[in-house]
């Protein structure tokens, strides 16, 4: 088995499957980017920890739903592009050899999945996915979730997509020219990976403040409106919350076309979109 630092350091040779939906939707596209140049350590969070721990029992459920033999995946490398590569949380094999790749999700909540059996899974996942099918040359992944709140076991059925995956292929390799070769940076977002790394690139002991060009006083501004506006939304979500107080009252909450509201017992409020 791998260990982790040896693993990460594979990583940062190419492009994982947990970094193509992140090229793809934008999100933590920093931490992929810092990872790949050697400015991110890897650190785990809860969330990953969680995932990593339940692994096994949910590919396990997965593997006794379906009457397969569960294998641990090796680390894969695409057959023509060195950059392309992933790690399959699993190989399901049948009675005979068949072979299909396994994905293992946890969640919390049902945010994004449909109907057990179809392909109708988190873009985010699909992405993954596609990117695996894609390294690997699989016509076929399996998806199992298990959703820790509700205690639900789903499964996913995906079929590979070449349309997806001329998309996928080309706008990660991209990504891959202009900010991993070429080391120029992602769009700038509200992400603390960015923060961070502005800081260390713009620290300096200066103590002077000059005249602000056209194009800076411009941002300024917007950045001053943008405050006194999150202040006075602050303060109106404060007042709502506590009318939704109110009108609960003693019940555990309320739900309506496409949310539910609850309160806790701390008197939290919550609000979800869909109804369970």
């Known amino acids: 088995m791998t260990d982790r630092a040896t693993w990460l350091e594979w990583r940062r040779q190419g492009i994982g499957s947990s970094d193509a939906p992140a090229i793809m939707t934008g999100q933590w596209v920093w931490r992929a980017w810092l990872s790949k140049i050697g400015q991110d350590d890897g650190a785990d ?21 379906l009457g397969v033999t569960l294998q641990d995946a090796e680390q894969v490398v695409h057959k023509t592009n060195p950059v392309m590569r992933c790690t399959p949380d699993f190989i399901m094999v049948s009675d005979n ?30 992405w993954q996915v596609d990117w695996q099918m894609a390294v690997c040359g699989a016509d076929r992944w399996c998806v199992a979730v298990y959703l820790t709140i509700s205690e639900k076991f789903m499964l996913y ?43 260390e690139q713009t620290a300096n002991d200066s103590t002077e403040i000059r005249i602000a060009t056209d194009e800076e006083a411009d941002i300024a501004t917007l950045y001053g409106e943008v405050c006194d506006l999150a202040k006075q939304y602050t303060s109106e979500k404060k007042r709502l919350a506590n009318v939704i107080r109110e009108t609960i009252g003693t019940d555990r909450g309320f739900t309506g076309g ?5 309160k806790s017992k701390t008197g939290r409020i919550n609000h979800k979109r869909g109804s369970k």
Do not use: F
């Open 45 to 65: 969070n809860n969330a990953m920890r969680r995932g990593r721990y339940l692994e096994k029992g949910v590919g396990k459920w997965a593997s006794d739903e």
């Open 97 to 126: 050899g068949y072979r299909v790749g396994l994905e293992i999700k946890t969640y919390r909540t049902n945010d994004g999945w449909g109907v057990e059996g179809t392909d109708q899974i988190p873009e985010k996942v699909r």
């Open 157 to 199: 059925n995906i079929r590979r997509d070449p349309e997806r995956e001329r998309t996928l292929i080309d706008r990660c390799m991209e990504w891959w020219t202009d900010h991993v070769i070429n080391k120029i940076p992602p769009t700038l977002d509200d992400s603390d990976q960015c923060r961070v790394w502005l800081n």
């Open 258 to 262: 496409g949310w539910r509201l609850t």
